[in-house]
Structures are given as structure tokens and as C-alpha cells.
């Protein structure tokens, strides 16, 4: 079975400041794991995903996250918050070498961004 | 390349009545997704479609949902009758091989009073 966990269903930072949203996973087999950014009244958009090969991922608006397998942990990061990156944020596992096809979904966390 | 295309974008219906969704996938994505996403909450997979084909609806309530997929296109969730606890936004995302790119539509609002 898979799981995930996001910690804090809020996160508020200043513009300018690191962003850091929180994201926990179970699977008994080697996961995908992915983050998607969603805007009020919109679907969800895919910002990255990690797979094979390199545990730091680069995604669009300047998000990463890294894929540390001994925390179970994909935290997604980035230097510099911007008004625009207000939205929800969802953390999901799938299982690996394509076999799956269901993302399972953190309840997600909402960024807020001060001026 | 035109996105998951959904229709309604709002529903607004009395309890016990009947609603129905549509979802129109990106051109050649073979793979339709409906997803139920509450207020507060991620996404849980209602439904999965390889083509035409029903291949995990362990998720889907069959007392009350049903869905198709005809022509292995575009797909159709119904819900006879709804309830209250249905209120949710209700997401279609489409594939093409690769079911770790998932594109999703903007959603449809439900709300059952």
C-alpha cells in the first residue's frame, strides 16, 4: 500500500523567502513521486516528478524537489517565494517501473505569500 | 494542443437528483482518469480507462455512479441519485502511455443541496 503525508495544511511566507512544503511517503515498493501546483478554480498542474536516476529534481517556476529514499521524504523547495506561487500544493506516489497509473494524493498544503 | 476538456464547470442540483459529467481528453491520450477531489482534500481515483475499457473502478460507488467511456474519446460520470456528501469538485486527467504524465481539466464544482 502507499501513502502520503504533507506536513502543515498551511505554509505562509514572505515574498523573497525560501518556500519549503513538506512531503512524506510510504511505499513497499519503489516509488514515483510528483508535485502539483493548483490555482483556484483550476485542475491540477504537474511542477515535477521524480523516476529514475537523479534524487534532485528540477521543475518548472523554479521549484526542486529531492528524492531522499532513507526519509522517505520528496520536500519541495524553492530560493525565492513570488506573489504568483499562492496556490495549493499536492504531493502524490505512484508505484514505479509504470506499473500503476493511480496517484495516490496528500490532502495538500496551502502556500500563502506576504508582500 | 487544446487541454482535458470538462463540462459543467459549476452544477448546482437538489438532493436525489440526477447530475452528469463530461470530460473530453487530450487528443490521442488513450488513458482517462476521473478523479474526486473533496474540499480540503487531494484527489482519490474514482475510475481508470485504458480505451474504452474499465481497468480500476475499486474506487467508483456503484450503487449510485456509473461512468462510460464509448468510443474510447471522451467519458461520461453520472451520478442517479445524488446525496449531500457528493459536493466535491470532480477531475478528469487523461495519458498517453505514460501514466506518469497526467494532465488534468480544470474540474467540475458539485454542489447538492
Known amino acids: 500500500a502507499q501513502s502520503v503525508t504533507q506536513l502543515g495544511s498551511h505554509v505562509s511566507v514572505s515574498e523573497g523567502a525560501l518556500v519549503l512544503l513538506r512531503c512524506n511517503y510510504s511505499s513497499s515498493v519503489p516509488p514515483y513521486l510528483f508535485w502539483y501546483v493548483q490555482y483556484p478554480n483550476q485542475g491540477l498542474q504537474l511542477l515535477l516528478k521524480?523516476?529514475?536516476?537523479?534524487?534532485l529534481v528540477k521543475g518548472i517556476n523554479g521549484f526542486e524537489a529531492e528524492f531522499k529514499k532513507s526519509e522517505t521524504s520528496f520536500h519541495l523547495t524553492k530560493p525565492s517565494a513570488h506573489m504568483s506561487d499562492a496556490a495549493e500544493y499536492f504531493c502524490?506516489?505512484?508505484?514505479?517501473?509504470?506499473?500503476?497509473?493511480?496517484?495516490?494524493f496528500g490532502q495538500g498544503t496551502e502556500l500563502s505569500v506576504k508582500p | 494542443e487544446a487541454g482535458v476538456v470538462q463540462s459543467p464547470r459549476y452544477k448546482i442540483i437538489e438532493k436525489k437528483q440526477p447530475v452528469a459529467f463530461w470530460c473530453n481528453p487530450i487528443s490521442g491520450h488513450n488513458t482517462l482518469y476521473w478523479y474526486l477531489q473533496n474540499l480540503g482534500q487531494g484527489p482519490e481515483l474514482l475510475i481508470r480507462y485504458e480505451n474504452e475499457e474499465a481497468v480500476d473502478d475499486s474506487q467508483l460507488p456503484k450503487d449510485r455512479f456509473s461512468a462510460e467511456r464509448l468510443k474510447g474519446v471522451d467519458s461520461t460520470l453520472k451520478i442517479q441519485p445524488a446525496e449531500l456528501g457528493d459536493s466535491a469538485v470532480y477531475l478528469c486527467a487523461s495519458s498517453f502511455r505514460d501514466y506518469n504524465e497526467q494532465f488534468f481539466g480544470p474540474g467540475t464544482r458539485l454542489t447538492v443541496l
Open positions: 521524480y523516476t529514475t536516476g537523479a534524487t
Open positions: 502524490a506516489v505512484t508505484r514505479g517501473n509504470n506499473q500503476g497509473g493511480k496517484l495516490i
